[in-house]
């Protein structure tokens, strides 16, 4: 009997171990099992197929261990990860790396055992030698880390292997488990005091408990705490009381308490009740019925609902359908700040049915989440797009909210995939239905709804008797001219924060930059300020007096002295969302300000503080990036502002229209929610661009009609499907040869959907020189086929040559 095994690294295939015949009966797909990979590693991979062909090339070698009695994937999964890594170019190593928790994906430690026969002989050995050597004679082994503290250094390797060269020791590799479950002391009555009789008796009479003050205080404590609630632990008690352990001990002693371990949830989850308390209007009610008879004709359907419609009560109203029907739902936002609105309001409804699952969770956190889906005990699993890789049983509906967001796509590293074509795949292998909800859909997902490829049903009024928000144009030019310089806060907007602050309503100031100035130049030669490492120019971040490149991370000191002309005046061109906060705080003294970008919300519950601040009242005034945007609800908002349109409006992207469109009538959709219409007021050097009028008008139709004529002209999404390739290497004619070469080679056979290969805008990297190519292909399935096997065929023969194996060749299908 053999296994195919999938490996959590980038491996060309799966590879195959063979099955010893005391495994034979146990061993199940989707189980974790220890194999050797090479000479010593040792991997925990899954079991994705188990045969009886034994491969024709090789002996392969037996798998060493079974992990886990119970599967941790189901077949879905696994059949989720092979369409994975073919659609988007990857291997299922990878999917399986991104899938799973890092708990699960366990490799080997390697271990330095004393070889005993040399003896005690040290005399040979240089000094860091010696040190190793001696803490092996002592302790007999030593794990890699325990060696890197004893010669104080991470560069282990030549020390270790002259050891092993003179014969002072052997290595050792063994898969160490490192999931840890949380556990906590409890503290119980003991049995015969259960009794009220006996317990009455206890506190009255016992003279040595009434001689014992401390004790006795301790005892009463216990009691109240489990009237309370219900279950006593040993920190809560110890805390209450005021008490020490060796009180409690005391009372351990005589037999009035007991202690036991036990294990516990990290994460706290509810009672299971559902309290559906919501209540629909009329329109909402004819959007269930038509979204249930939708799914009846049509797996996949969009709810294009305007912002501020009550889709999420829609949502809720499907979603205790399924519930009480025994089916699991996920659903899917595209960041982890929304999670902590969202969750308090399906947690009312539905209580511990509902877990969440992101990336802010420990690993410890992510594997109890995963047992828990598996096991069914979680029906609704809210959480970003990592979140398609749980293992459901049950799967009956998948919701994609804000499905149109760039978020939902992963960047780096492989898989690059996109969650919401993914979500549907894992929708589609369960039979279960998709929902995708949007004010703002993409193009290519209201393409498909136009086309009845999907459902489409419409959600055009806002909940309640509130109006979509007025929108005024701010001309920064003339404005600019007056102030000689970049307009941050124009005297019309200024003069509309004072009064909604003066109404006692809250203002949401957007501008998609973080930092204080993006940009220092030189005024007398010009010259900025660039990152060493990256083609870029750093950003300077006041808070910390740092210059940062966003790109790699690097910072900087600020610079006084320009190294060009040596000049010490520099201009701060541009403003990042810091400045913002600066300025709005000089100009508000009285305001509570408060800004949401990456460098603040860094922590674990940062969005969630900040984010319950702002619907508490506590802040007057909330600046940030496009985090604010994305689908929060806020009922006092009754402006905001777009500070600056022009940086959405002038991007190198096909998609700069939509994405603009889309950030603004989002953004746009957070005034005005209860009770008030709202206003927004945007920014701009372009007010007559025909993107801002789509979004005064918010007429998201015409805004597809006319970005749709353009795609379908210049053979872009929906109309072609892309595969984007970016070439790296450290030297830049290197990377420039291997990119012209593959082009030369790819061009034989799909020469005409070919646009490269040539720089990126920021051509370096991390110290990489950047070359890109783009395949613009027909949605034709055999064409992709053929170009997709063609591409991983070039580029193995490109890294056969020598000049060129160390060039990185990254594929990115449906590139955004």
Known sequence: MFA????????????????PEHFREKLKLGCRVEVNLGK?????????????QKPATFEPKEILNILDEMPVVFEQQLKLWEWMAAYYMCTEGEVMAAALPSHFKLSSETVLIYNEAFGENF???????????????????????????????????????????????????????????????????????????????????????????????????????????GEVTKSSLLKKSGATDAQLKGLVEKNILLVEKRVVDRINYGSKNIQLDVELTELQLQVVDKIKKSFSEKPVCLLHGVTGSGKTLVYIQLIEELLRNGKQVLYLLPEIALTSQIIRRLQKHFGGNVGVYHSRFSQNERVEIWNKVKSGEIKIVLGARSSIFLPYQNLGLVIIDEEHDSSFKQQDPAPRYHG?????????????????????????????????????????ERFGPVELPSIEIIETKKIAAKEKGKIIVSPILAEAINKALQNKKQVILFQNRRGYSPLQICSLCGWIPQCKHCDVSLTFHKLTNKLICHYCGTNYPPLQTCTACGSHKFLQKNFGTEKVEELLVEKFPNARVARMDLDTMRGKNAHEALIQQFEQQRIDILVGTQMVVKGLDFDHVDLVGILDADALLNFSDFRVNENAFQMMEQVSGRAGRKGSTGKVMIQTMQPHHSVLQFVIEHNFRNMYVSEIEKRKQFFYPPFSRLIHLRFKHKLKEVVHEAATIFSERLSLKFKKYLIGPAEPIVNRIRNQYLVELLCKLPKDTNTILLCKNEIHEQIGTLQNEKKYKSVSVIINVDPL
């Open 420 to 460: 919401r074509d993914v979500a549907v795949y894992l929708s589609a292998l369960f039979g279960a239905n998709t929902l995708l909800g949007s004010a703002t859909p993409s193009l290519e997902t209201f393409s498909n709804a136009i086309s009845s490829k999907f459902g489409l049903v419409e959600l055009l």
């Open 123 to 229: 005399s040979n050995l240089d000094h860091d030698e010696y040190l190793v050597a001696e803490a092996l004679l002592i302790k007999k082994e030593l794990v890699i880390s325990e060696v890197q503290l004893l010669i104080q250094s991470s560069h282990t390797y030549p020390v270790t292997n002259r050891l092993l060269q003179k014969g002072v020791c052997f290595v050792w590799e063994t898969i160490k488990q490192t999931y840890v479950p949380k556990k906590e002391i409890f503290v119980l009555l003991h049995n015969q005091y259960e009794d009220e009789t006996n317990l009455e008796k206890l506190l009255n009479e016992d003279k040595k408990l009434q001689r014992a003050e401390k004790q006795m205080e301790l005892l009463l404590s216990y009691l109240h705490l489990q009237k309370v609630e």
């Open 40 to 52: 010593y590693k040792k991997y925990a991979g899954i079991v994705k197929r188990i045969h009886n």
């Open 4 to 19: 195919e095994i999938i490996i959590p690294l980038a491996l060309p295939k799966n590879y195959t171990w063979s099955v």
